[in-house]
């Protein structure tokens, strides 16, 4: 396998618009830092408002997380929808779920409205679950669904598994629509020349070093603006102290030849494709891409944690070797490529949306996991700046406020170190954590 991110290799067979990077100081109505998920979805929310709106990426748009994502766009990311429903209670987790639904609505819909070329693909989603305990997570999450009010969502046991996907040791499954897949470099390098068609400046290979005021610094410019949301990954403390809240899951991807007829036949016998993973804590996930390759991807519940990045292939090797043991008659699979990601995450897997007191221009959004997630809280920051989103405010300021309830406090990372804080969060967030919520009244605004 080589390593190197798949998404790369896609974008070398197609054209998009050059953004050199910026070196001259400049001004504008509104600055947006970072060219994922978030920025970019913040970025559409100002076409033909009027604005005048500058983007910098201090990669390619989409170099970072975003792009090296396996494309999912579903609500489920960190946390299933049961989790949600011990931690916050029915209603609530009602309104949280919404968020990455909107997401995915408004994803989809700018996709097919822009004509974006980047392999969308209508993909229920299946959550596998492993042993005893994988039963009994399905079993929570048919009963969490059906007291939220969805209706679509179909369950299988061992045997009805069979007939939708070629795979043994699986305990059940609960499967439903509304999902999609796509290939998430190519979707935010469409919707870049979307933005530059529409006026606005884009500067690549940018990268902010300060933050002074009003005004971004980078190595050979500066950009002026009456508003700034910062939507990056890996903050730095030197920008904000809001990195303390910022915490690094890594995962590894691979992807396989294209399959054959026999292949897809047996991954997917009713013909059917869907995007899967599992109830273990550090899952393994897969689907198909638009010309029949295989994603498959996962970690270890070392090297998710870890500080840095690590690069061994290894870790991807023993996720294949898990896939096989799950699907021993695709064992020639050949997968030929292979790349590490670290995405950011907060203490309780759940987004940041803060705007500091001392800084009421500046929007930071972090922690995003999974392009829904990312979509609607770049959204929802932009929408806050045009004065559109007071709704939103007071549904989820509760949530994704920095000022929320946290079971552990980020000083404890001073003394056991941030990745030991996170492996302990993040299994206390998935599953035994129980939320305390604020009334309206007890809170400032905090967005």
Known sequence: MVNQNWWITTL??????????????????VLIVGGGFSGVSAAAEFLRKGLSVVLIEKNIIGGSSSGRSAGFLTPDSELELHQLVRRYGTKAAAEIWEAPCRGIDRIVSNI???????GLLQQDSLFLGLGAGGKEAVASE????????????????????KGILGAQGYTAGIRYGGTYGINPLMCLQGFKDLLVENGMQVFESTEMERLEDHTAHTHAGSVTAENIIIAVD???????????????????????????????????????????????LVYSYFRLTGDNRLLLGGGTPITTFLKDAYNNPGVIKRIIKDFRSHFPALNDLSFIQFWPGQIDVTRDLLPVIAKPPEHPHVRFILGCVGIPWATFCGSFAARSILGEADEDYRKYFNYFSNRRHFTLPSSLGKVIGKPALFSLANSWAKFYQVDKLRSHEETEKEF
């Open 12 to 29: 070398m067979i197609k054209e998009h618009k050059y953004c050199p990077p910026l070196t001259k100081a400049i001004k504008c109505d």
């Open 112 to 118: 097919r409205t822009h004509d974006i070329q980047c």
């Open 142 to 161: 048919r009963e969490c669904r059906e007291s939220v009010g969805f209706t679509d969502q179909r369950t299988y046991d061992v045997n009805q598994l």
């Open 234 to 280: 890996k903050l730095s403390a030197s920008i904000s102290p809001l990195a303390h809240e910022a915490f690094h899951a890594q995962t590894f991807l691979s992807v396989t030849e294209p399959l054959t007829d026999r292949e897809l036949g047996i991954l997917f016998p009713s013909g059917e494709q869907m995007q899967c993973w599992d109830s273990k």
